[in-house]
């Protein structure tokens, strides 16, 4: 993995190079930063490169669906068929009933899919039709990484954990298939590692084409996992080694737009709405904002107690409710160390899955450092803050680290979160401290209440790499007053 230092002015553009030779770029932080293609300068190879490639976009369950050029928003293909299309992302719209299916066809003819916000949908094959025309490119036999038995299993090397045997278990079947660290004959799908170290939810997907992904959720000091396969028949092949860590959460866009309240303009210039979950759980705005190709993070209050929530009853008052939050009326800190306040944000997080929301963010999330009549302390507050992520992540949203900033020197707490929301972090000379995102190559989102300063501020967060809006001073978040740095 490799920074490229002064690339214009961002300062979070990556660029990965695999075994294979494919080449990714991430940009963290880039507010303006391009859609790259990934290209691989090979200027000895007689294979010729092509500008589009075959894709069979295979069938879902109830009828066509459209793919839809996540750059362009044109409709380049109306599936299941087989299309011609060039490399970038795609969102399949209308595949079965989720809302947010993306494919993403690489430079050399790779395809992945990726989904987010279908809580059930099924693992996905991406297949490329290898028609008699010679004339597209198709995925070449040095990516695959396995050796393909008679009967259609994979011949997989299961790494080593650090202290004792673990069991490899099929997902879809409940079946164990083989008592790890050791060498499997297994099938495409995915399994779950159980008792690997002391991570719960440790999982590996096999391919069709071979190739394997480590996930992980929960184990929040899971280093980063290195799949590799092994050929012990064929002495003479080359091992590779697949260094895919894999994130299924929605990329979010580089602008967002915040509101909170008031009736919401759905048609801001920016690539992600931050909008109350509750509020819009059921009347369109999140499939709307879907259809004009944005994503949506969706707002609750996981540390505090909100008395207008339709949820609110399920709190324990003896147990669960600490100090009025500051100059809110009708809103106390939560024991955030309680059972019942986590399993209320449980299903406050399957609400936002089902709801449509690409992300969350958790609000309140600082009470350690209030008078928060709980006793709370910073390490709780730590705890709890992954409980969240964990979970979150699990059902495959996006998750931000809201405010929350003396925290940020904790390395599993940016580990576990995808990206941070700021409030006035100018007015009070912390913006320095999220840098630690940044420096992960993940986006920084700061929101400042009045205009004060905007030009040396939007100049500040340009060269550092931050995404700066500017809201009313009032700090309402209605959509009365919105700037935003360009």
Not at 24 to 32: H, K, M, S, V
Not at 187 to 209: C, K, M, Q, W
Request: hydrophobic fraction near 30%.
């Amino acid at each position: 993995r490799y920074r490229l230092i002064q690339f214009d002015n961002f300062n979070s553009v990556y660029v990965t190079v695999e075994n294979d030779g494919s080449v990714r770029y991430t940009y963290g932080g880039g507010a303006d930063f391009p859609y790259a293609d990934a290209a691989t300068n090979t200027p000895t190879s007689t294979q010729p490169e092509y500008e589009r490639t075959q894709v069979n976009f295979l069938s879902d369950n109830d009828g066509a669906y459209a793919v839809q050029n996540s750059t362009t928003l044109n409709i380049d293909c109306l599936a299941p068929d087989i299309c011609y299309v060039d490399a970038g992302r795609y969102r399949l719209i209308n595949f079965n009933n989720f809302h947010s299916v993306y494919i993403t066809v690489e430079s050399n003819g790779l395809v992945r899919y990726t989904y987010d916000g279908g809580v059930s949908f099924p693992f996905a094959i991406a297949a490329n039709s290898s028609t008699s025309s010679p004339t597209y490119l198709q995925p070449t036999q040095t990516t695959q990484t396995t050796q393909t038995t008679n009967d259609g299993f994979f011949r997989i090397n299961f790494l080593s954990d650090s202290d004792s045997d673990y069991l490899v278990k099929n997902s879809a079947t409940a079946e164990i298939n083989c008592l790890a660290p050791a060498i499997c004959d297994v099938a495409p799908g995915r399994y779950r590692l159980v008792n690997f170290d002391d991570f719960h939810s440790i999982y590996v997907t096999v391919e069709n084409n071979g190739f394997v992904r480590y996930t992980y959720q929960g184990g929040t000091r899971f280093p980063y996992a290195v799949a590799t396969n092994e050929s012990p028949i064929d002495e003479t092949s080359n091992e590779e080694i697949l260094n895919t860590p894999t994130n299924t959460q929605t990329q979010l866009g580089s602008t967002l737009y915040w509101q909170l309240q008031g009736n919401l303009y759905l048609d801001h210039p920016v690539e992600t709405y931050g909008i109350d979950l509750e509020d819009n759980e059921f009347n369109g705005v999140i499939q709307s904002l879907h259809n004009r190709g944005k994503t949506v993070i969706c707002y609750i209050s996981a540390g505090s107690y909100e008395a207008w929530r339709s949820d609110s009853s399920k709190f324990n008052f003896n147990t669960d409710i600490g100090n009025q939050l500051g100059d809110w009326p009708g809103e106390y800190y939560l024991n955030i160390k309680s059972d019942n306040v986590r399993a209320i944000m449980r299903s406050r997080i399957d609400r936002a899955v089902t709801a449509g929301c690409d992300a969350l963010e958790p609000d309140n999330t600082d009470a350690y450092q209030a008078n928060n009549g709980l006793g709370l302390s910073s390490q709780d507050q730590i705890d709890y803050l992954l409980f969240l992520a964990n979970y979150a992540r699990s059902k495959g949203l996006s998750i931000g680290l809201k405010n929350t900033v003396d925290l940020m020197t904790n390395a599993n707490l940016i580990n576990a979160f995808d990206w941070t929301l700021n409030e006035s972090c100018y007015d009070y000379n912390e913006c320095d401290k999220l840098k630690a995102f940044t420096d992960s190559g993940k986006s920084v989102y700061i929101a400042m209440y009045g205009t004060q300063s905007m030009s040396a501020r939007c100049a500040d967060a340009a060269s550092n790499g931050f995404n700066l809006s500017f809201y009313g001073s009032d700090q309402r978040l209605d959509g009365s007053i919105y700037y935003i740095c360009r």
